[in-house]
């Protein structure tokens, strides 16, 4: 009895190796389309093989105000989760390419808190600016909304 249940155990443990890819892995960076520079020059298409189109490049700052330091999530050209000292700007060139030039690009600024001059936590000020022209703008935290801008 004790040989049927061992030999069984092993006939089991194959079966779920082999069921569950136990076969040659992949990196994990394999199906990325390899290097850096073969992304950054791999651009979408449409069907039929034309270029997606960009619309108008605009020059995009993304500003908190405060002092001291403070995180920082943002989405401008690239996305991060940081933490910076205070005042602190980004800048970016960004050209809406596809469906972004009809829908919109979201660029997003969430402040996290500083301290205040009397001691308390209080949200960051932020804002954004496109082409010079400020487009939105939090002064001193007046709301705990982030700063979103939707690009065309």
């Known amino acids: 009895m004790r040989r049927t249940l061992t ?9 779920l190796l082999t069921g569950c890819g136990g076969g040659g892995e992949k990196p994990a960076d394999a199906s990325k389309g390899g290097t850096p520079t073969a992304q950054e020059s791999a651009k979408p298409e449409k069907a039929g093989g034309d270029a997606v189109e960009e619309g108008a490049s ?3 700052t993304i500003k908190v105000e405060g002092t001291g330091r403070s995180t920082v999530m943002y989405t401008l050209d690239d996305s991060d989760f940081t933490q910076v000292d205070l005042p602190w700007t980004k800048t970016a060139t960004i050209a809406p ?13 969430t402040p996290g808190t500083m301290t205040a001059a009397d001691g308390r936590l209080v949200s960051a000020g932020c804002s954004i600016t496109v082409d010079g022209k400020t487009v939105v703008e939090n002064e001193g935290g007046e ?8 690009l065309k």
């Open 7 to 15: 030999a069984t155990s092993f006939v089991l443990a194959a079966a």
């Open 58 to 60: 605009h020059e995009v």
């Open 97 to 109: 390419r596809g469906a972004e030039r009809e829908v919109g690009r979201l660029v997003i600024l």
């Open 143 to 150: 709301t705990a909304k982030p700063c979103s801008y939707k």
